[in-house]
């Protein structure tokens, strides 16, 4: 009798043991998800600042503004910014929770 509960446990423990490891196969794929859901906005944001930025260049330069700010604009430094991917299949090409560090939260 004692055999069969020490057999039970045993068996227990080895489904236990089971999904545990298949919850940590999938810890990575789980937090690269939450990490990109969370990277989207900023990169949304990103984009509309620099669309932004470049009217209301635009808006200076064709509202008459002097020479003097024409040139200043002009020698302003461009961002140095990569496009935003958004496509699945380019998402290597984006930070990953990984590649940003455990301070990226």
Do not use: C, W, Y
């Not at 919850?23 to 789980?30: S, W």
């Amino acid at each position: 009798m004692d055999r069969d509960l020490e057999l039970q446990a045993l068996l227990d423990t080895r489904r236990r043991i089971a999904a545990l490891e298949t919850l940590l196969d999938e810890l990575p794929e789980l937090f690269e998800s939450r990490f990109h859901q969370r990277l989207q906005p900023l990169l949304d944001q990103q984009q509309q600042l620099l669309r932004d930025n470049a009217d209301l260049k635009q808006q200076l330069l064709l509202n008459g503004a002097d020479r003097g700010l024409h040139r200043r604009l002009r020698l302003l430094p461009r961002p140095v910014l990569q496009p935003v991917r958004t496509d699945p299949a380019d998402a290597g090409a984006l930070p990953t929770a990984v590649s940003a560090g455990p301070t990226h939260r």
